[in-house]
Nanobody, 115 residues
Framework: QVQLVESGGGLVQAGGSLRLSCAAS????????MGWYRQAPGKQRELVAT???????RYADYVRGRFTISRDNAKNAATLQMNSLEPEDTAVYYC?????????WGQGTPVTVSS
């Protein structure tokens, strides 16, 4: 099993920045993919960004250029730097790890962007 704990969410004004952190523990294997998804009220969960252990990244169009994902393989940790936040970014943000066919999710951290 893998446990994920997110932190760093909160309330910010439009145009501001937040940095989310994710700490993974448990049976962590090499070659996994760490990432962030989000779910806004009344909407489906959607991709934000992912990063392989080799450093390849994938971003959703609506965050590209504003958000940056990074990870520390030695610490099994990932971060999401979010700049130029918009009210539409308001959501619960979830850290995820994919290992083989298994997906693990954190409890989520809420982000609220006020206009």
């Amino acid at each position: 099993q893998v446990q994920l704990v997110e932190s760093g969410g909160g309330l910010v004004q439009a145009g501001g920045s937040l940095r989310l952190s994710c700490a993974a523990s448990g049976r962590i294997f090499r070659g996994n993919i760490m990432g962030w998804y989000r779910q806004a009220p009344g909407k489906q969960r959607e991709l934000v960004a992912t990063m392989t252990s080799g450093g390849s990244t994938r971003y959703a169009d609506y965050v590209r250029g504003r958000f940056t994902i990074s990870r520390d393989n030695a610490k099994n940790a990932a971060t999401l730097q979010m700049n130029s936040l918009e009210p539409e970014d308001t959501a619960v943000y979830y850290c995820t790890v994919r290992q083989g066919d298994d997906d693990y999710w954190g409890q989520g951290t809420p982000v609220t962007v006020s206009s």
